[in-house]
């Protein structure tokens, strides 16, 4: 049970690739080992057949000279005993291919016509014993006698192939001639034919795996890229679509793309509508209840701080809204619409300029250090926006007469804006919420909070350039740090 839950667990975290891989592997090892099994008979066979047929010329031929040599019926083979004899004595230098001959190795042996034998080069069977031998009997009776038989039962090289042939006289048989070749050449070209197919089955089998891997890779490619866009998508990520080729797979991403852009709808409109709601409240609110006061009769001075509120109110209603078509203007765009070069120097002068007379109404100065080429690719207007907003940011959290330091500079092929300020510095529970939407903490002199959308949409321009933002508490000394890094 285990086991097959191993395997089910296996099987359900297997890749495509892996799945055709495996597929495949299991379809041709079985296929090629059949056919190789096959092959490996046939090529057996083949020698067998090969080497038996020369050796039924020989016998008959042997046949013959002792047929020719008969006196009366009466067998002669000292001829051809002479002639094996003197032929196994012979040194050959016959290279065939991989075997070297280097003596005759045919045997002969010759019976009568009752199975005696007369004769045997190999000196296996005795003069005068009696032979029932396949190839013996069968001659004798007028078929095809041949055998096969191993020498030693421990030895599987010594195998003996016989083939057998009739001596005839006057058109009866007198007896018969046996010719005999040890097949431990023949197995030899057998075994190394079968090395061959074996490694080249092995050879076949990988380059096809390597290439039912490429194929399967290639086709699988376009589902691991839509597959990795899914989860940066789920993880919200900023992904753009991906090319996909062929038109089924364009058809895919296309679907899986207005998929996203319907959910991300849904779930943009829902959770706007919340926050929105939940944000308009206290101006609202704070609105209403003026509004209700100034209705009775109201002394002139408390008339005028409660319009004053009104206004105020009014106010930060304005700004939010502005703020929230900024951020959803830019956190549709999957990608740059406009994209040129910028100099980052010219995008803080335009946002300081914005900002100048905040920061001399509440006594702050600026100071900057910019070192050399600080020029990028993007978009300007959003630039100055996410640049403006931290400085802002910096601002409402700068003590009265304090200094904001702001740097710029190159590092590791990227450019970098520093802006420090000397104020409380963020608290532990706010590091990791400072760039959520409506987040925000209330400022040192007044104690009311922001919008609390200008960090979030610093964050979508710097991801939508292709870098980050960083807000951290200076080390050493009171205030914090935000760090805007772009891609040079």
Not at 88 to 113: C, E, F, G
Not at 209 to 230: D, K, M, N, S
Not at 318 to 346: F, G, N, W, Y
Not at 474 to 486: F, H, N, S, T, Y
Request: net charge neutral; proline share 4%; aromatic share 6%.
């Amino acid at each position: 049970r285990h086991g097959v839950l191993a395997a089910r667990n296996l099987a359900q975290r297997m890749s495509l690739t892996a799945r055709f891989l495996l597929g495949f592997a299991v379809v041709a090892t079985v296929g090629l080992f059949v056919l190789f099994t096959q092959l490996i008979h046939r090529v057996e066979r083949q020698y067998f057949e090969a080497i038996e047929e020369p050796m039924v010329d020989v016998a008959n031929i042997l046949a013959e000279v002792i047929s020719a040599d008969a006196d009366n019926g009466v067998l002669k083979p000292q001829a051809v005993e002479k002639a094996v004899r003197a032929a196994q004595q012979r040194q050959l230098k016959a290279q065939i291919y991989n075997l070297s001959k280097t003596k005759v190795d045919m045997q002969v042996y010759v019976t009568d016509a009752q199975g005696r034998v007369i004769f045997d080069s190999a000196g296996i069977e005795k003069p005068g014993t009696i032979s029932n031998h396949r190839d013996v009997n069968l001659t004798l009776m007028g078929q095809y006698g041949a055998r096969s038989s191993r020498m030693s039962e421990y030895d599987p090289l010594s195998i003996v192939m016989y083939v057998g042939a009739p001596i005839l006289h006057e058109g009866r048989t007198i007896g018969m001639l046996s010719v005999a070749k040890p097949q431990r050449g023949v197995l030899a070209f057998v075994w190394e034919t079968e090395r061959w197919l074996k490694w080249s089955i092995i050879t076949t089998v990988l380059l096809m795996l390597l290439g039912i891997y490429l194929a399967a890779r290639w086709a699988t490619r376009p589902l691991e890229v839509l597959t990795q866009h899914a989860l940066a998508v789920s993880r919200g990520e900023r992904s753009t679509s991906p090319r996909m080729p062929g038109h089924q797979m364009k058809t895919l991403a296309k679907a899986l793309e207005d998929m996203r852009d319907a959910l991300e709808g849904r779930e943009y409109v829902e959770h706007y509508v919340q926050s929105l709601t939940h944000e308009l409240k206290s101006p609202v609110a704070a609105i209403l209840g003026a509004g209700e006061i100034l209705q009775g009769d109201v002394p002139e001075p408390k008339r005028a701080r409660f319009l004053q509120n009104i206004h105020a109110e009014a106010g930060r209603l304005r700004d939010l809204l502005e703020r929230l078509l900024h951020l959803a203007a830019i956190e549709k765009q999957k990608k740059l619409e406009t994209s040129e070069r910028v100099d980052l120097v010219r995008v803080l002068d335009g946002a300081w300029d914005h900002l100048a007379l905040i920061a001399l109404a509440k006594g702050v100065r600026l100071e900057r250090d910019i070192n050399g080429d600080l020029v990028v690719k993007g978009d300007p207007w959003l630039l100055e926006i996410a640049v403006g907003n931290l400085l802002q940011n910096a601002i409402d959290f700068a003590p009265k007469g304090s200094v904001i330091a702001v740097r710029a500079y190159r590092f590791d092929a990227k450019v970098v804006i520093e802006i420090e300020d000397s104020g409380p510095g963020i608290p532990d529970y706010a590091r990791t919420r400072v760039f959520e939407r409506f987040y925000s903490l209330p400022r040192p002199d007044s104690g009311k909070k922001s919008t609390g959308l200008g960090l979030c949409f610093v964050k979508e321009v710097a991801e939508l350039h292709g870098g980050s933002v960083e807000l951290t508490n200076r080390e050493g000394v009171d205030g914090a740090k935000a760090m805007l890094i772009l891609p040079g």
